[in-house]
């Protein structure tokens, strides 16, 4: 086919324009990579922006927005990716205006409901530093002295854990052989990593069986001899142990959830009938589980009592101290996770109470040895005898997080660590005080830690409270009501308490009560914020006692 | 007891010391914290100092320094965390001098044998911002507007590989029942996610039976009536199918590991037969799994083809699209992805080639309701009904990694990506032509994408090569002189290239060789970069041939 004249220059021109297209896109995206002083200065432009969003979202002392979700849904509804860049400035507004301005102010010192707080501020600069430096903790040869400090910062905290001498140390520290710890990027793949690790290890090779690693669990359970496997620990376990169960093959019905008391720690002389009862029906106990912090109450489950139990019966002992590990910084509150040092494996949140930024989990292990049961290599990367940390992992390529963990540990020291564990127990004490001489509120265990755990009574109510003499109906309208409380909190978006419910109370019947939720853990709360919160809450109520409740 | 009158002032100034020194904490402490004008001042002195930091990191043209790890080592040798709080000039000048200088340049234009590169400049800002917006993706309570961002930049690219309609994109995307995507850690979370929800589906609840969730492997096995359970997938599948594998109690030798051809395919023929082996054997084939781009050379599997034997075989079929994924961003290279349409679950790492900080994993799924089989719940966070990302996710608590992808995808656009992909494949193919014209090095497979398998030749041997004449024992000494000279190039740390074995050549004979492995992805590196890389090679192999092959 020949073209005519006519055709031949349109043709010509539409490639001339492509082509100067194409250009304008090769130009665009490599002045976002360039390492010249041109980029430096969009780098810099962008950062002055962004750290006046920063700032501005920083200094908000309310919650939240009002926004409603429905507008969110609404507004980001488009599954199309833009063909052409987007100029950054107008990226930028778009991200103020719509993502900034409608997140939630989590360092608010009103925001006392969640597991999140303010942060030391040199985690900003150094997050930045860490993209910049953009290492791979997967292996040695893309994260090189990272992964050295990797390992003393998971070293020093094992210390202070397990509180080993020297010797065993300088043994280890820096032994590719052996893993005192691992970095992960949360709580959960920390407690499914142990459990992993007890699992492999319980059940592994023997005589002419290569193991569960590699024959998987049915074989293993056969050549053991076992009709099953079971986790136990406490009703009141984060349901990352349910995540493992379910993954490990093992099934969520033989995680054991063993009553907690009033105080929310595990009823002890139950867990042994457990332990008891799995070994009666032939069950391999993988591990026990003991809490020292539950997610919804702070409740430290008695340490030293399972790890008796667990010793006794030759089982894996798992703590679970996500929330409540950093109590081993104060003095005045360690003594509350007393027996945690004879854990076999231990799980703590550096993002919780370590206060460091989202994404960073720690398991700990007794045995330096242990994680060698889920070890794994690959030609390309994991060499055996290398520092590659990730041999020993559930994840492969990670970011240096270790650079936030290493920081918080020199920048804020032992000490450091101690004043914030102590002064977020101390406010919490406050306030279990005022709510003790608020008849709007009913207090609903004493804390163990720095979460809290009441509720308010609409004032009809109050005096069957004191008496104890609420029935199942009146317990139904308080639920209504503070779960409607809480939602409208919530909405207002001033402050913010978060919500759980609650079986196990001392209420002779086991029947299900909502209850408000404070996680006192950041240190800009003062005293007069949490009186903020709990007075809006009883204007609040009283609206709504108003509107539903006579 | 009584203290006498010189014992008193003693114990008292002791006490007025110890409260001083607390009260000195508490200051250090506080002021980490305060979101005062003096913080944002404090915190303008680290931006400042840890900029200069990333500048200097950024500029550097050398992959490494040339730093002992036996340096390293010694240097990290610290068990116990520091008392007081260290001083932030200080430790700002130690993470200098002992972690920023001996980190690995991942953006420098030489460094090209990891899936490592540059980054776009604006990913550096966004993480200080996503650091100080600490949003929690596990709930809306801790994301608001960022769990819609997310879920908007997941359906973004599930269409672009699932290409369905307007209508189905407005149906789930923002639908709270629905799941397109989840962001989760890394590629290896990506994969186990997928495999668990292919697991999960494949042994459901039926009739009285309430699923491998509740009831474990085991029993689902038994209930199915199947002797036990594999995944089949090329020998080149990564090793996080291993820990899949091992971690949901299947067991690594049902990891069905099929042969791959020269050019790193899986070989179909021999797919289709272990698909029938299992079927034979009675075997529950839990997933078929695709590569698209693997990882120790690039390869890319004829997804059209796997697609087809999961469908007649009724198997649930995933791509690890990790590596290979955005090819599909690139209109001259996207036919190698053909099929992937097809798959029921999809992996891509956006800190691949998406140019994102590392730490972002994504799963798609094409059937919007396939996670279901993975939902947890829990009282104090995961609702039922809500928008909590948390409740289908291995992960829980997660930072807002979303904002870069949701950045990226915006600000590099759809041919931007394009261009960054052309490029790197391009580049690759001026790598691979440049090999072939050079006798010192022999090219062991034309590249599927941008990862490029090719060896150093000692002198003496070159003539063998191209007969084709080489021994067992002459591979041998090229191995030794490969592994060496690799160590050697990334021990003086002007360049580096990676390494790995590969068994699958044309040799006749299966014998392990030793290759080295260039990853071409980095915008920054340019033809004169990659003459730079050879060139090196070739005199430091020159000097090694001096001392040992002659």
Known sequence: MTLSKQEMPKKSSFFETEQALNYEIEEQVMQLFASSSHVTSIESQIDEITNKFSQDFLSTLDANTHIDLDYLLSNFSDSQIPVQPASLESYLKYLDNNIVAHSIHTSSPRFIGHMTSALPCFVRPLAKLMTAMNQNAVKIETAKALSF??????????????????????????????????????????????????????????????????????????????????????ELMHFSFDKAADLMGIGTHRLIRVPADCNNRVDIQALRQAVAQCR?????????????????????????????????????????????????????????LAGIEQADSVTIDGHKQLYLPMGIGLVFF???????????????????????????????????????????????????????????????????????????????????????????????????????????????LINECNERLQKIQRQIGRTFISRTTKTTTSFGKEIPIIVLRAVIANPLTTEDDINAVLNEQIQLASEISIETFL
């Open 149 to 234: 400090c990797e390992r003393e910062a998971l070293a020093m905290l094992h210390r202070l854990i397990y509180n080993l001498d020297d010797n065993f140390y300088a043994q280890h520290i820096q032994n590719n052989l052996s893993t005192l710890g691992i970095l992960v990027s949360g709580g959960t793949v920390a407690n499914i990593t142990a459990l992993w690790c007890a699992r492999n290890t319980a059940l592994g090779p023997k005589d002419d069986f290569l193991g569960i690693e590699k024959e998987g669990l049915t074989a293993a359970l056969d050549f053991y001899g076992y009709k099953g496997a079971a986790i136990i620990g406490s």
């Open 366 to 476: 007794r045995d330096p040895y242990m994680a060698k049961a889920i070890e794994k290599q690959a030609s390309y990367t994991m060499r055996k005898g290398s520092f590659d940390l990730g041999k020993r992992a559930l994840e492969g390529s990670r970011p240096g997080m270790a650079l936030f963990l290493h920081a918080g540990l020199n920048l804020i020291g032992l000490k450091g660590y101690e004043f914030l564990i102590d002064e977020g127990i101390r406010k919490t004490q406050y306030m279990a005080d005022r709510i003790c001489t608020m008849p709007e509120f009913e207090l609903l265990a004493e804390p163990d830690t720095n979460l809290l755990l009441y509720r308010y009574i609409p004032e009809h109510l109050r005096e069957l409270v004191v008496k104890k003499q609420l029935t199942e109906i009146d317990n139904q």
């Open 280 to 336: 009666a029906q032939n069950l391999l106990i993988i591990a026990i589980v003991g809490v020292a912090g539950t997610t919804d109450s702070g409740g430290v489950d008695s340490l030293a009592e399972i790890a008796e139990i667990a010793q006794s019966a030759n089982v894996h002992f798992h703590v679970d101290a996500a929330w409540g590990g950093p109590l081993i910084f104060s003095q005045q509150h360690r003594h509350k």
